[in-house]
């Protein structure tokens, strides 16, 4: 006796995966880089210059 639901494991583990790198490549032609980004940080913090007087 079956359930009748008819789904497919392995079928939707394949569609899964060709969907995680359609994604991928798509991302990859937007913005030319790839998904898990650089290596090193792009954030700077930039403060002012501030004088203290000391005494």
Excluded: K, W
């Amino acid at each position: 006796m079956s359930n009748g639901n008819g789904s497919n494991p392995i079928l939707a583990f394949a569609v899964g995966a060709l969907l995680v790198a359609v994604c991928g490549l798509g991302y990859l032609a937007y913005t030319d880089q790839p998904p898990f980004g650089p290596d090193e940080a792009s954030v700077t913090i930039e403060l002012p210059d501030v004088s203290v007087d000391e005494g």
